[in-house]
């Protein structure tokens, strides 16, 4: 054997030499990751466990010395034991601080190792030894627990869980919301999911200069409001996109304010209307629909659509700069019209018919239904920032990441498939609670729904929230939407949903053949369990699984966990500063109320309503923080920590990723002819996870 060598012994009381035994050499690689401050001057230590034995716990020396483990290095050791020790299980690794030398924290990115008997294994680690503990990794092979019969197995399984259990601790931040991870700053994280180094000092830098990036230090203590529209264009000069420019120039425009609907940063409020309703009494009489048809026959045809802000009925409005803040909770009736385009017809401010809440119209004068138009805007940003961004992608990510950390091991395929999808997640949410929705918080401060009706928006859309809608294909088909023109983020989305689901299905398949095994797995169950419970409050009438029965039931599941904290979060994340960033058309916050009678808005009144200088500085310097890709970002189907090792989730991560390249050519073709270009779901331009 390549890697036995036969070992001479002196018995000086026989006075010759023998050959007593052999000793069995192990070759250990170990691949320190190439991450900033991965490299390790400490002295490192490993111990192989097999099924039949384990060897001495033998300090790694190489021939680099304490340079064997600098960052994007592999280091080759030796590692005898006097027997074989079976079919390698685990490996043990601590590394113990130099005398006189400072600790430092050491990220190997896995350890292979070739046994004299010719057989490969592969130990993933991928995350940050910072204590001297002994830390335990497993063989990369995916196994359920069920699979992990032997005894080293299951107790390394166990207490892999129970470590996790007490690093990964369920929070309550706020009552009838989704629960989330404790901790008290991202430094109280464990290191294994904190930022990057670079990540750090990027989004520190990104935050501290956003005010002076945009050119707005000297406007962010300014109280004073707007007195004419060159002021406010003025400000969006330094940091511009060519969306931004198009939303600055067209933002009026009734066509481009129902295409947002579609491709703006919200495309989930919008449904198709069968039936108008009760409390928007809307009538032919009143509107005019291009064609010639009347009402009744275009809610017949699908052409007539309705965007309900119901959500934010009742809300009494923030106050800002010592000033009450107004938040309506409008709705908006648009027609399809024959050449194709969506068209708000109708506005209602508030949801209860009065006298004193008319129903706008484009035949109104030009104020007041742009003023219709701009509270609508309003209530979109705090539907989209509240409800459809930070809950339904953010909060939700955040517990399918705990849950997956607290119940799932390394070694199960869960795990693998879905590590690479919590990236980063963990850190971003804690730093929204601290920065955004704190007590102190730009958004408590500065939004029209900050402070208590924050709160109250979050628990009504928790309390809204169903199964279906987290299912694009569902969601579509349940709003009506499956036929409507030019809304590339059904188009997109649905064929990264397809894309998704088979590589889900290809691997997840490849480890569960049949439901029985799926029933059986308590890991998984309690995973699919402590989401059901912490996320979404045991309420069973959101549709979501309590336990998984079938390996379909599993597969779509998975699909939407990874869709939700990549796809999703995109296409309601990425384009915050290309739509947000001309503060007219999404402003954070309107400080007059709504005119009651037609007839009595001008221009003077609107920049009267619109937000004050500094909190409109404020809005601005937030979504372009919240738009800024780091410069590690990992797009959608890329995985450079290589969990799997089984030769087939190999062959359908290369298939997956080939699918994306395929779509992303198909969309950047696309895109040449559009106005304007959706590129927030092109797979390179979409994070693997909510990193941001």
């Known amino acids: 054997m390549q890697f036995i060598k036969k070992e001479m012994i002196c018995i000086p009381n026989r006075g010759f030499f023998c050959f007593l035994y052999r000793k069995l050499h192990y070759k250990v690689t170990i691949h320190t990751s190439e991450r900033v401050n991965a490299t390790t001057f400490n002295n490192v230590y490993i111990k192989l466990v097999g099924t039949d034995g384990k060897s001495k716990r033998q300090w790694l020396k190489g021939f680099r010395g304490p340079l064997s483990f600098i960052g994007g290095y592999e280091s080759t050791f030796d590692v005898s034991c006097p027997v074989s020790i079976g079919k390698l299980y685990l490996i043990e690794l601590d590394k113990q601080q130099l005398l006189l030398a400072p600790g430092d924290a050491w990220f190997p990115a896995k350890v292979e190792v070739k046994s004299p008997e010719g057989d490969d294994y592969i130990f993933p680690i991928y995350r940050w030894i910072t204590g001297s503990e002994v830390q335990r990794f497993r063989e990369g092979t995916a196994l359920r627990v069920f699979d992990d019969s032997h005894h080293l197995g299951e107790y390394a399984r166990k207490q892999e869980l129970i470590q996790r259990e007490k690093d990964y601790r369920w929070d309550v931040y706020q009552e009838g919301i989704p629960h989330n991870m404790k901790a008290d700053s991202p430094l109280s994280l464990p ?22 990036d945009l050119q707005l230090s000297g406007l962010a203590e300014s ?8 002021s406010i264009g003025g400000v969006l000069t330094t940091k511009r996109t060519d969306i931004s420019d198009y939303v600055q120039e067209n933002w009026k425009d009734d066509a481009f304010f129902g295409y947002q609907y579609l491709n703006g940063v919200n495309p989930m409020l919008i449904r198709r209307c069968s039936a108008l309703p009760e409390n928007f009494p809307v009538t032919d009489d009143m509107v005019f629909l291009r064609g010639g048809a009347c009402l009744a026959e275009e809610i017949q045809k699908g052409n007539i659509f309705l965007s309900d802000y119901k959500l934010l009925d009742g809300l009494q ?8 803040q107004y938040l309506m909770a409008p709705l908006v ?3 399809k019209t024959p050449d194709d385009k969506m068209m708000p017809i109708a506005i209602q401010l508030k949801q209860t018919p009065a006298k004193d809440n008319p129903i706008f119209l484009p035949t109104d004068s030009e104020y007041d239904w742009l003023i219709a138009k701009i509270f609508v805007r309003s209530a979109e940003f705090s539907e989209h920032q509240l409800n459809v961004h930070l809950l339904r992608t953010h909060l939700l990510a955040e517990v399918f990441a705990v ?15 879905l590590k690479p999808h919590t990236r980063y997640t963990l850190q971003i949410n804690n730093l929204a609670r601290l920065l955004l929705i704190s007590e102190t918080g730009v958004f408590t401060k500065f939004a029209a729904s900050g402070g208590e009706d924050m709160i109250e928006i979050l628990k009504r859309s928790l309390s809204s929230i169903t199964y279906s809608s987290l299912c694009i294909p569902e969601n579509i088909a349940e709003r009506g939407l499956e036929a409507v023109p030019n ?15 088979r590589f889900v299905h290809g691997v997840l398949s490849h480890y569960y053949k049949s439901d029985g095994e799926v029933q059986k797995d308590s890991e998984l169950q309690k995973w699919i369990s402590d989401i059901f419970e912490q996320g979404f409050l045991s309420q069973a009438c959101t549709g979501v699984p309590q336990s998984f029965t079938t390996v379909a039931e599993m597969v779509k599941f998975v699909t939407m966990v990874i869709f939700t904290g990549s796809v999703q979060h995109a296409a309601v994340n990425s384009g915050q500063y290309d739509y947000g960033g001309w503060m007219p ?21 609107m920049l009267q309503t619109f937000p004050d200088v500094n909190t409109t500085a404020q809005g601005m310097s937030t979504v372009w923080l919240l738009s800024k890709q780091s410069s590690d970002f990992v797009p959608l189907g890329q995985y450079p920590e290589d969990h799997f090792s089984e030769k087939i989730p190999c062959e359908l991560i290369k298939d997956f990723q080939g699918e994306l390249e395929i779509l992303s050519s198909v969309i950047e073709v ?7 270009p959706y590129t927030y779901l092109d797979p390179t331009a979409l994070e693997n996870s909510v990193a941001i």
């Not at 109280?223 to 060159?230: A, G, I, L, S």
């Not at 058309?585 to 009144?605: I, R």
């Open 191 to 212: 290191a294994e999911v904190r930022f990057s180094f670079t990540k750090t000092t990027e989004f520190a830098f990104t935050a501290a200069s956003g005010l002076a």
């Open 223 to 230: 109280k004073e409001k707007w007195t004419d529209m060159d």
């Open 317 to 324: 409005g923030n106050i800002i700069n010592g000033k009450k």
């Open 333 to 335: 009736l648009l027609h």
């Open 403 to 417: 849950a997956l950390l607290r119940n799932i091991p390394m070694v199960h395929p869960l795990y693998k498939l």
């Open 487 to 501: 809304f590339y983020y059904r188009d997109d989305g649905l064929k990264l949903w397809d894309i998704l689901h």
């Open 585 to 605: 058309n999404m402003p954070l916050s309107l400080q007059l109320p709504p005119p009651t009678t037609k007839g009595t808005t001008s221009e003077a009144t």
């Open 670 to 676: 696309r895109n040449k002819s559009l106005e304007v």
